[in-house]
């Protein structure tokens, strides 16, 4: 069967229109979609300067940074997950978040998952500031 070449050529068929698309200059065009879970796309998208003040609260005091982005998201604070789950959810996702840092930073896994953290919420501000859709 892994040897028949018309396997091959319907595995081809199948897959041609939907991972790539020829272009006008010849090149070819893949889209990459990363997969997140679903704490990870509860980080809220706030103003760069609040983003750049978590990552610091996170940096010094684990979790503090992200506690505080879970209000953002009740103050109008944009995120993937809020079309699906709401916007309760999506800040008690954010809360559990929080905590989980704060409990875990005594391994020292909670301080660099809260220095992460609030290094994606810069990045999702300097998106948002640049006029880059929500979903890079």
């Known amino acids: ?12 068929e199948k897959w041609a229109n939907k991972l790539w698309a020829p272009t006008a200059g010849g090149g070819i065009v893949v889209e990459v979609r990363e997969k997140k879970g679903p704490l990870r796309a509860a980080i809220p998208t706030m103003p760069f300067p609040v983003a750049v003040i978590c990552l610091f609260l996170n940096t010094f005091i684990p979790g503090l940074g992200t506690f505080i ?11 993937e997950l809020i079309s699906e789950r709401g916007v309760c959810c999506v800040f008690w996702l954010n ?8 409990l875990t930073a005594v391994i020292m896994v ?21 006029g880059f859709p929500q979903d890079v």
Not at 1 to 12: G, S, T, V
Not at 95 to 102: K, N, S
Request: net charge negative; aromatic share 14%; hydrophobic share 55%.
């Open 69 to 79: 982005s879970a209000f953002t998201v009740l103050c109008g604070a944009r995120s």
């Open 1 to 12: 069967m892994f040897n028949d070449p018309l396997h091959f050529k319907q595995i081809e």
């Open 110 to 130: 909670g301080w660099i998952m809260s220095i992460f953290w609030g290094m994606d919420m810069v990045i999702l501000a300097s998106y948002r500031d640049q």
């Open 95 to 102: 809360v559990a978040a929080a905590l989980i840092q704060i």
